[in-house]
């Protein structure tokens, strides 16, 4: 039975013979040949071109997305169209394939009419597999191979999984670029892990190791781990597909980062992957319009720590890298402002430096954003807000974007949208301003800290007589380290 649209069968479905595909194709374009290679990072000489005609019969191969999305899932009952961060969950990978534009059409494999109907809103077509292929025992080529032998058009099948909510179109452009340009014919994901694994005491006999030498433990980073599979996609030509196998012929695998490689079988994974979701998944072309971002400037720009020097003058520091973070939303029409619930030379010289707007002595700084916010003519989803402190929470709560360094308080961290792996002062704010970036699709192009020049300044206040502050600008210097002097 060849392809086609027509209407849905009606259930109960039983044997492949009943086997429809449906969905059209209405909100997915064929990828433009030139940009889709151009997307993966390379261009096909005429001798790659010859080699596909070789591999595949054609110059163009034809790739397809297949996600396997059977209703009959355990761990989580019908886990595949639970809305994930507002989502459902197979709504994620189909974005990500959809919004790579390298994919020839898009395909889930169901036999539930609800994740079928969720396929075709989020842009995929529809296989409506067999009750053969979709009991709790068959594997998962078998129904790929079901699949493949309706769509004989398919050269390259990427099956991906879809509990994978944190895959990126970049994964995918990799993957591919060693399937079409290098030459292999499967390609599969997979994360290190720095795990000491032992046997299980069997007949009387102890445990032993299996990966080390208890003799000879080795650090973290003395050693490079072991590679483990995390199922995000497997790549795999017809050719593979057909040998009854899903990793073939010339093998390579790509190493996501173990930010990236969610997965979900149980309640708590679910719990892991709502956590993540909102730093690490792939949120679509239509971004967060973030507009304008504030900080509160102790805890965040500055690390929070005064320094006192023998001759009663206040030292405070921050980080270079921050300094560029904010330089790179500005270049990109995000404003940038800050609050203080102090008065000192130290914050001014920082906002001028920045050429920030600045509310000193600040006792309600939702009502200060919230006047910025109409200035400005935004809306509150359209703020993004830092803080670090419980002075901070009605910010937090209320920005369409928060965040916080790692540092913060517990209940900071437990309202915030973005929670970063630096502390205060320490390479926080940079961070943010990345994810804020990441989320409007702007990759942040700073060179290495190490080639920017900086005004390196210290920032001075007499903390003896009427404490009054004063600054001090050095001399313009190349900074070799991240950090800048003392302020």
Known sequence: ????????????????????????????????????????????????????????????????????????????????????????????????????????????????????????????????????????????????????????????????????????????????????????????????????????????????????????????????GEIVENGAFYMMTRDVEQQGLMQGGKMAYLVMEPEYGVDIDTDLDWEIAEQRLFRFGYHGRKPKTVRLVVVNIDGTLLDGQVQVSPTGEELRSFKTTDIVGVQQLQENGIEFRVVAESDNEVQRALAEKLSAKLEENCTDKLAVIDAWRQELGLEWKDVGYMGYDISDMSCIKKAGMSACPSDAYAAIQKHSHFISTYRGGQGALREFCEQILKEENVMPTYADVAEQTFDDFQMQRNVSGNRKSRARNLSLSKSTSSDVPSI
Request: charged fraction near 30%.
């Open 1 to 224: 039975m060849s392809s086609s649209e027509g209407p849905e069968p009606k259930k109960p479905r039983t044997s492949s013979t009943e086997i429809q595909t449906l969905g059209k194709m209405n909100n997915i374009s064929k990828p433009d040949p030139e940009l889709r290679y151009k997307r993966m990072g390379f261009e096909p000489t005429p001798e790659l071109r010859a080699e596909w005609k070789r591999r595949f019969g054609k110059e163009e191969p034809h790739i397809a997305t297949l996600i396997l999305a059977r209703g009959g899932s355990k761990g989580i009952p019908m886990k595949n169209n639970k809305k994930l961060g507002g989502l459902e969950l197979i709504g994620w990978v189909i974005r990500a394939a959809r919004d790579s534009d390298i994919m020839d059409s898009i395909w889930v494999s169901t036999d539930h009419d609800d994740i079928a109907a969720t396929a075709r809103r989020c842009g995929a077509q529809v296989h409506r597999r067999s009750s053969e292929v979709s009991q709790d025992t068959c594997n998962s080529w078998v129904t790929i191979d079901e699949f493949a032998r309706y769509h004989p058009e398919v050269d390259i099948i990427v099956d991906i999984q879809a509990t994978s909510p944190c895959l990126h179109p970049f994964h995918l452009h990799d993957g591919m670029r060693l399937t079409l340009k290098d030459g292999y014919d499967s390609v599969f994901t997979v994360v290190r892990r720095h795990g000491f694994r032992w046997t299980e005491p069997k007949w009387g006999i102890q445990p032993f190791p299996l990966n080390f030498d208890p003799a000879k433990r080795p650090r973290r980073q003395e050693w490079d």
